[in-house]
């Protein structure tokens, strides 16, 4: 994974504060509209001023201080679900992912390679379950024989399977599940690395609005050659619940909801096709 928002956030609050860096091993976050009770039980509201009386949001508050907020508050997490495109650098096209997971490794959601055909996925424990359909195995085929192809589909497609999510084939889809990785910046934040375009980095308060009923104050940040639109909860804690990016590696939408919601990640039932064994 590239830069996303909370990344994007950490480099305009160090531009602009002169921090040395954000929160160290957390940094990223994205889209996806909460519902009122993700975002408006409990935390502060960030409704604050000098006297303690204003309504607006974030009164009193730069646009820094509201990008820290919004790191501090979606890196704290213990759990979230995470919606996007993500680029993938191996094939030069995109994952969609559609996860909920926590910081105890454990997820569940579906994703697809450009478009193509759509895989189930849990991680539960140190194995992770993928069951895929035809059109996701005949994409992924792309160059075997058409009766391998149709050997693989015949035995694969539809079923559970489960393998190492410690193996070789594994580690690479089980990191998507690392609640702290998906909120890593790319770099790392707290290195010097961080700094590399953050010369040109601002952010600014933009208009307020609302995401799937919940209330939202804009920040649009700008990192060189790249923009993005920051959506953070003005209601309960200041998660951050969307980012739209125009930026040439990281162009899209992200999403980010069900903060600190259980994870349903148990073990699929049935016949699972144990592929370490098949490999082995």
């Not at 909460?34 to 509201?45: E, P």
């Not at 006297?51 to 997490?77: C, H, N, Q």
């Not at 089980?174 to 790392?188: Q, R």
Request: charge should be negative; charged fraction near 25%.
């Amino acid at each position: 994974m590239r830069r996303t928002a909370l990344a994007a956030l950490c480099l305009t609050a160090v531009a602009a504060t002169g921090l040395t860096g954000c929160f160290p091993g957390q940094d990223k976050a994205e889209d996806k509209p909460t519902n009122s009770s993700q975002s408006g039980k409990s935390g502060q509201s960030g409704r604050t001023s000098a006297a303690g009386k204003s309504k607006e949001p974030f009164a009193g508050l730069s646009a820094e201080e509201i990008a820290e907020r919004a790191m501090d508050a979606t890196t704290g997490a213990s759990s979230l679900r995470f919606k996007g495109d993500v680029p993938d650098d191996e094939t030069k096209g995109t994952i969609q992912i559609d996860l909920a997971l926590n910081k105890k490794g454990e997820c569940a959601g579906t994703m697809s390679m450009n478009g193509q055909g759509t895989a189930d996925l849990v991680k539960s424990g140190d194995i992770l379950y993928m069951k895929y359909d035809e059109a996701f195995l005949r994409a992924q085929s792309d160059g075997e024989s058409k009766s391998d192809t149709d050997a693989v589909v015949a035995m694969l497609a539809g079923k559970w399977t489960k393998m190492s999510a410690t193996g070789q084939d594994a580690k690479d889809i089980a990191g998507f599940c690392d609640l702290d990785s998906v909120l890593e910046g790319p770099v790392g934040v707290d290195s010097d690395a961080s700094h590399d375009s953050g010369a040109d980095a601002t952010v600014s308060r933009g208009r307020t609005t609302t995401l799937d009923g919940t209330p939202a104050l804009v920040l649009n940040a700008v990192d060189g050659k790249d923009r993005y639109t920051l959506y953070v909860a003005s209601e309960g804690k200041p998660y951050l619940l969307r980012m739209d990016s125009t930026s040439a590696d990281d162009p899209g939408t992200i999403t980010f909801s069900e903060f600190d919601q259980p994870v349903s990640a148990q073990k699929p039932t049935g016949e699972i096709v144990d592929l370490d064994a098949l490999s082995g």
